[in-house]
């Protein structure tokens, strides 16, 4: 094997070459990779405002704890108004049937004293 000799500028030249070459391939993987990773960051915000967006749009929707308890507490009035008049309903059937009864007792008493005296003349 023959010795090849270079001189010491050629070496650093040759050197400085390689590493420069070395340094441009890692700036070209780097923006190769922030690029990519900007891609996907904007690929993931998009999502998020989207999630957002359908958030908002469903917020919209939803009816407010304050107007739902105030919608509430009218309907429990209400109900509660319609249990009472439904009590005051059965009372008053329940007093008519008494009227009726004590109409129709006190007719049969009156056909009976009638009928006494009936006979009795």
């Given at each position: 094997m023959k010795d090849k000799k270079i001189s010491l500028k050629e070496y650093f030249d040759m050197r400085i070459e390689l590493i420069y070459a070395r340094i441009l391939t890692m700036i070209e993987d780097i923006?190769?990779?922030t690029l990519v990773a900007k891609e996907s960051m904007e690929y993931r915000l998009a999502g998020m405002n989207e999630f957002r967006?359908?958030?908002k749009d469903q917020?919209?929707?939803f009816v407010r704890r304050l107007e739902m308890k105030a919608e509430l507490d009218l309907?429990?009035?209400d109900l509660q108004e319609l249990r009472d008049f439904r009590v005051a309903s059965q009372s008053l059937?329940?007093?008519?049937?008494v009227n009726i009864t004590l109409f129709i007792a006190t007719l049969g008493i009156i056909l009976g004293i009638v009928s006494i005296i009936i006979q009795m003349v």
């Amino acid at each position: 094997m023959k010795d090849k000799k270079i001189s010491l500028k050629e070496y650093f030249d040759m050197r400085i070459e390689l590493i420069y070459a070395r340094i441009l391939t890692m700036i070209e993987d780097i923006d190769r990779r922030t690029l990519v990773a900007k891609e996907s960051m904007e690929y993931r915000l998009a999502g998020m405002n989207e999630f957002r967006n359908s958030m908002k749009d469903q917020e919209s929707h939803f009816v407010r704890r304050l107007e739902m308890k105030a919608e509430l507490d009218l309907i429990k009035k209400d109900l509660q108004e319609l249990r009472d008049f439904r009590v005051a309903s059965q009372s008053l059937a329940s007093q008519r049937a008494v009227n009726i009864t004590l109409f129709i007792a006190t007719l049969g008493i009156i056909l009976g004293i009638v009928s006494i005296i009936i006979q009795m003349v």
